[in-house]
C-alpha cells in the first residue's frame, strides 16, 4: 500500500465522521463537509491509478459543485 492509500483512508473517515455530525449547517458548510471525503476517495483512486475512475470522479465533482452552488445561490435569494 502506498502513502497516498493511507491518507486517503483518514480523510475518508474523518470527513465522513464530520459530515455525519449533527449540528445546524449552513447550505455552504454542507458542501464543504462533502467535499472533504471526496478528497479522500480521489486519494484513494490515485493510489490504485484508476485512470477511468479518477477521470468520472472529477467530471461528477465538477458537475455537483456547480448544481450545489447554483441550489445555495436559490435558496439566499427572497
Do not use: K, Q
Not at 4 to 9: I, Q, R
Not at 62 to 72: D, E, G, Q
Amino acid at each position: 500500500m502506498t502513502p497516498e492509500f493511507y491518507l486517503g483512508l483518514a480523510v475518508l473517515v474523518i470527513g465522513t465522521l464530520a459530515a455525519a455530525r449533527p449540528r445546524p449547517h449552513t447550505y455552504l458548510s454542507r458542501m464543504i463537509s462533502l467535499e472533504i471525503p471526496a478528497w479522500g476517495l480521489l486519494l484513494i483512486m490515485l493510489a490504485y491509478d484508476e485512470t477511468l475512475a479518477l477521470l468520472t470522479f472529477i467530471a461528477v465533482t465538477a458537475i455537483s459543485t456547480f448544481v450545489l452552488v447554483r441550489v445555495i445561490e436559490r435558496r439566499g435569494e427572497p
